[in-house]
């Protein structure tokens, strides 16, 4: 233990309780958080504190990210929450004048951007948390009629143009030297300096975050302030940078899963019960058949063939899905994809490549998706994949349909599904959209619903896993 935990631990010293009930209320709001960290993560954060210096923030950082969380995907929930719970700093009263060289005085702005960008280019972690205080305290700040005080981080990147400061980043780099930048040097250059404006905004962020807790109370700002952890974002409704971050966890989920299936396979391993070898073996007990036997079960891999709606509401759901199933494409023994916007053309051969991101990219582009005008059409399409394709289902098929069943109010062909039914195994419809939004406007959920094993909501990364696991 070091000097300094020792005398922060130390028997009798107040902070020892507030450090412990820090703690505690620190993994509550985790576990509110959804990223499920138990009692007994809790005592085994309370069992790090005597190893480590409590003045050094990172150290209990690190420390307390490796007892309470299990998968990488909740670190970026864990670290908006330690932001809230374990400042960096103090944070100042409202009544705090703004760091000038004046009580009352403004920040110039045209200098704090100078010294801002002089900061950017020379590096360094305390002054840009400095001054991404600084911005808070003289851009985000707003004065409401009742005298109290409120920060927002919009204002402040009113003020601060990040795209700008990169482009003054890399003029600044070109203006300082002789010869020209290569492309190999601008491209570590920009990588370099928009790895700072990062650092920038989150320092923005974690300020805000800070200040609101200091007005509002620690609970209240972790609750609304907590970002959802990446499995749980909506497929409906993602960022660019939300989208990436997807993108970035299908290979370890399909490795997850193929584990998982594979064991599954494994323990599964006994089939119909052998009533001949039963009776044999029960004769050296006198007829009583204690040890029963079981004939051995094959199992098989499914066909797998996915139909998928990618205009543009469901596009990202329809992307993640194709991703992961060809990520699995081991755990089929076959896998066609279909896709369709009014029109429907087969895409399979586009994912042989083993490259996802290039094969959604290809698709978009090459397939013939369109017809008349664009707009989803799932009775054209339905009925085009029951002429071109239903022969070449068999019993051992399992079709998939996604989408959300708007159909801009054109014909059904809903007996395409009630034939699929019956030449395959199983066929399901995966929808993004919530469950109270079917068979609302143009949504003809139910019609589709009747003829299908099961119509299932799938919003969200999690659930989508867990529904191709079911299946494979």
Excluded at 48 to 64: I, M, N, Y
Excluded at 114 to 139: K, M, Q, S
Aim: aromatic share 8%; with cysteine; proline share 4%.
């Amino acid at each position: 233990m070091s000097e300094r935990t020792a005398a922060v631990l130390a028997e009798g010293r107040p902070p020892v309780n507030g450090v412990l009930q820090r703690v505690l209320d620190f993994v509550a709001a985790l576990r509110r958080a959804g990223l499920g960290a138990t009692q007994s993560e809790a005592i085994d954060a309370f069992r790090t504190l005597p190893h480590l210096d409590l003045l050094e923030r990172e150290q209990l950082r690190e420390a307390l990210a490796a007892v309470t969380i299990t998968t990488q995907t909740h670190r970026r929930s864990f670290d908006d929450l330690f932001d809230v719970y374990f400042p960096a700093r103090p944070t100042p009263d409202d009544d705090t004048p703004a760091v000038t060289d004046e009580p009352g005085e403004e920040v110039d702005h045209d200098a704090y951007l100078a010294e801002l960008l002089r900061t950017l280019a020379e590096g360094g972690d305390d002054a840009i948390r400095e001054l991404a205080r600084i911005a808070v305290d003289e851009f985000g700040r707003v004065e409401g009629r009742d005298g109290g005080v409120s920060y927002f981080q919009y204002r402040v990147f009113r003020a601060v143009d990040v795209q700008q400061l990169l482009r003054d980043l890399m003029n600044t780099v070109q203006d300082d030297r002789d010869n020209p930048v290569t492309p190999l040097e601008e491209r570590l250059f920009r990588d370099e300096f928009e790895a700072r404006l990062r650092s920038f905004q989150q320092e923005v962020e974690a300020e805000i975050r800070r200040r609101a807790a200091a007005q509002r109370g620690v609970e209240k700002v972790a609750d609304r302030m907590t970002r959802t952890p990446v499995e749980e974002l909506d497929l409906f409704h993602l960022s660019t940078e939300e989208q990436a971050q997807l993108r970035a966890q299908i290979r370890p989920l399909a490795r997850r899963l193929a584990t998982r299936v594979a064991v599954k396979r494994k323990h599964g391993k006994d089939g119909r019960l052998d009533v001949r070898r039963t009776v044999r073996r029960s004769l050296s007990t006198g007829g009583v058949p204690f040890e029963p036997s079981f004939r051995p079960r094959r199992p098989h891999k499914p066909e797998l063939f996915v139909i998928c709606d990618v205009s543009g509401s469901v596009a990202s759901f329809a992307r993640f899905t194709l991703m992961l199933v060809h990520a699995l494409q081991e755990q089929f023994s076959k896998v066609r994809s279909f896709a369709f916007i009014d029109t429907l053309d087969e895409v399979t051969a586009l994912f042989e490549a083993g490259d996802t991101a290039e094969a959604m990219r290809r698709m978009m582009s090459e397939a013939e998706l369109v017809w008349l005008d664009g707009h989803s059409d799932y009775g054209h399409s339905l009925e085009r994949f029951h002429a071109e394709h239903a022969a070449d289902l068999t019993p051992r098929s399992t079709v998939l349909v996604l989408g959300d069943a708007r159909n801009n109010y054109r014909q059904a062909n809903s007996w395409v599904l009630q034939d699929l039914q019956r030449r395959s195994r199983q066929v399901f419809w995966l929808n993004p959209e919530p469950i109270q939004f079917w068979d609302t406007g143009d949504s003809i959920a139910a019609n589709y619903g009747r003829y299908v094993e099961e119509m299932v909501e799938v919003r969200n990364l999690r659930q989508l896993a867990a529904f191709v696991e079911r299946i494979a």
